[in-house]
């Protein structure tokens, strides 16, 4: 096995890490796309493919990250949900994560939301109400990014085959 079948097999488990990431917040998501593209581009050894294949999927990486932050930076706003809302079910998430095994990072975030809206708004109702809407427009922000990460995850697929056959 050579040098660049080995980089090429550890960059595609890293991608697959990375687009796991990109939903399962305690794993490194885009970021490690993107480094992963790079590194099989430097040590890949496949030339010039390797460097269009960097190309596309960083700019796929960077319109997914960007993407992700201004979809859900905008049903925010429309809702009228402060950051802090956001801040502190990330807050129980990171809490939620260690004292309920496997789901306790969605219930986590969605508890610490709840309540901080409920805080707020001081009405029940009100405070399910946009809750709800700053979970949808996570969960907005999260697909959009995961979609743009399997796209460049897909090229590097296709850089491999056509650093292969030539």
């Known amino acids: 096995m050579t040098a660049e079948t080995i980089v090429t097999i550890l960059c595609g488990l890293a991608i697959a890490v990375g687009v796991a990431g990109t939903v399962i917040p305690v794993l490194p998501g885009s970021i490690l796309v993107g480094a992963s593209l790079l590194a099989w581009a430097l040590w890949g050894g496949a030339g010039v493919t390797g460097w269009v294949v960097f190309g596309i999927g960083l700019t796929l990486v960077a319109v997914g990250m960007a993407s992700s932050a201004i979809l859900t930076?905008?049903?925010?706003?429309?809702?009228?949900?402060?950051?802090?809302?956001?801040?502190?079910?990330?807050?129980?998430a990171v809490v939620g994560m260690f004292a309920i095994p496997v789901?306790?990072?969605?219930?986590?975030?969605?508890?610490?939301?709840?309540?901080s809206e409920l805080l707020r708004t001081r009405a029940f109702r009100t405070?399910?109400?946009?809750?709800?809407?700053?979970?949808?427009?996570?969960?907005?922000?999260?697909?959009?990014?995961?979609?743009l990460a399997?796209?460049?995850?897909?090229?590097?697929?296709?850089?491999?085959?056509?650093?292969?056959?030539s």
């Open 127 to 147: 405070a399910v109400t946009s809750s709800l809407a700053a979970l949808k427009a996570t969960g907005l922000g999260i697909l959009a990014e995961f979609g």
């Open 150 to 165: 399997c796209l460049a995850a897909s090229t590097w697929a296709i850089g491999v085959w056509v650093a292969a056959l």
């Open 73 to 92: 930076g905008r049903k925010l706003k429309q809702h009228g949900i402060p950051n802090r809302s956001v801040l502190v079910g990330i807050a129980l």
């Open 103 to 115: 789901v306790g990072l969605f219930v986590g975030f969605a508890v610490g939301l709840l309540l």
